[in-house]
Structure formats: C-alpha cells, structure tokens
C-alpha cells in the first residue's frame, strides 16, 4: 500500500517559533510538493522538489523554505511562524515514469500559529 | 490568468441522481494531464480520474466520467447515481507536461441530499 506520511496531524505554535513539517513517501518518487490549503483558495504550491537537494519555488514561498536531503524526505519549514501561516498543509509526491503520474497526498498537517 | 477555475464553491444533488461539476483550465503547452480529486471532510486527498489532452475518449472510473471539450478548453466530471457517501470537496487540477507543476482549481463543495 503506497503512502505518503506527514509528521502530525495537528500542530499548534507561537508565533516567531521555527516550524518543520516532515513528509515521507515510500514509492521512490522523484517529485514532491508542499501545499498549503486555505477555504475558498483551494490548494496553493510553496515549494516543490523534483531531486534530491533540489528545490524549486512555487507560488507562495514567502516565508517558507525546503530541506530534501534523500529521496523519500521532504521537509517544510517556517523561519518564524505568524498567524498567517496558520492553515492545513498538504504534502504529496509524483513519479516520473511513463503512466499517469498522478500525485499521491499525505493525510494533512492542521497548523495553528497562535 | 487562473490557469484552473471552478465556478462552483457549493452544490445540492439528491441521492441517485447525476451531478456535474464543472472546470475550465488554460494553456498553451499542447501536452497536459488534467485530474479530478475528492477530499471528504476527513481532509485525505483521494484520486478520481484522469484525462490526457491526446486521449480521443473521455475517461470513465466506475460513476466517475470526464466530459474533456477541448475546444472550450473545460474538462468537467459527472458524478452518475449519487451516494451520500460523495458528499465532499472536489478539486480540478491540471500538469503540464512540459513541468512539474500541478494547479489546482479553488474546489467545489458537493453535498448529497438523501
């Protein structure tokens, strides 16, 4: 059974605290992503990484920064926390094979910056 | 520009009865992929179906189906017979094949009246 793990389900910080949300993947996937989802935003891409020690920005990276130091990690972390950052993280890994190369998500991190 | 848009944040569908949920997207790359998912109200993102822009057929996952129209550039999912157990948020995303990237629509929420 394929999957993709995140650290915690729920996380409450204090604002200017560092912040690192880890994601595993088991399905020797290339790519991975971070996602932060807001209500009536939908999903929106921080970072996203297609190789180990490789990183790429997405559309909302400001105040966010990436760790892949192996193939199966990808971390998320927030310098310094702010309330705006309070929100669900997502994370999720694709391959990059021939086939469909859909992307498998992790069950969620539920962020409250306090 | 959006490169994903759903125009629906919320509908109502009786139990047993079709439902269809519409996307539009936008791009200039020829070679794209474009997938649907669900999200229950658990928060696990849950993979529906896929279409490919060189697919001549619509693709068909069990009640899942894809109405692609190329031309209108729109790639809606219909829900055939539906169960209160499809009750959830469902999201439209689009790969260009040429990138990594995935972009995601802002969703629409489905509720499934008995």
């Known amino acids: 059974d394929v999957k993709v793990t995140q650290s915690s389900r729920y996380l409450v910080k204090r604002t200017g605290e560092k912040v690192f949300l880890e994601c595993v993947q088991d399905m020797d996937h290339e790519n991975m992503f971070w996602y932060r989802q807001d209500p009536g935003l939908g999903l929106r891409l921080i970072y996203f990484?297609?190789?180990?020690?490789?990183?790429e920005k997405g559309d909302i990276p400001e105040g966010y920064s990436v760790s892949r130091e192996k193939k199966e990690r990808f971390s998320l972390i927030l310098e310094s926390a702010s309330t705006n950052q309070t929100s669900m993280y997502l994370c999720?890994?694709?391959?990059?094979?021939?086939?469909?190369?859909?992307?498998?998500f992790g069950p969620g991190t539920r962020l409250t910056v306090l | 520009a959006q490169k994903i848009t759903q125009t629906q944040p919320g509908m109502f569908v009786q139990e047993k009865e079709a439902v269809t949920l519409d996307c539009t997207y936008d791009?200039?790359?020829?070679?794209?992929?474009l997938f649907w998912y669900k999200q229950p109200s658990s928060g696990e993102m849950i993979f529906l179906i896929y279409?490919?822009?060189?697919?001549?057929q619509n693709a068909t996952e069990g009640r899942y189906s894809l109405n692609f129209q190329k031309a209108r550039k729109s790639a809606n999912l219909v829900i055939s017979a539906s169960q209160l157990g499809d009750s959830a948020m469902y999201f439209c995303?689009?790969?260009?094949?040429?990138?990594?990237?995935?972009?995601f629509g802002s969703g629409t929420k489905l509720n499934v009246k008995p």
């Open positions: 990484s297609y190789d180990v020690k490789m990183k």
């Open positions: 279409q490919g822009s060189y697919d001549q």
């Open positions: 995303a689009m790969r260009e094949n040429n990138f990594n990237k995935f972009y």
């Open positions: 791009t200039s790359d020829p070679s794209y992929g």
């Open positions: 999720a890994s694709t391959g990059s094979g021939t086939g469909i190369n859909e992307q498998f």
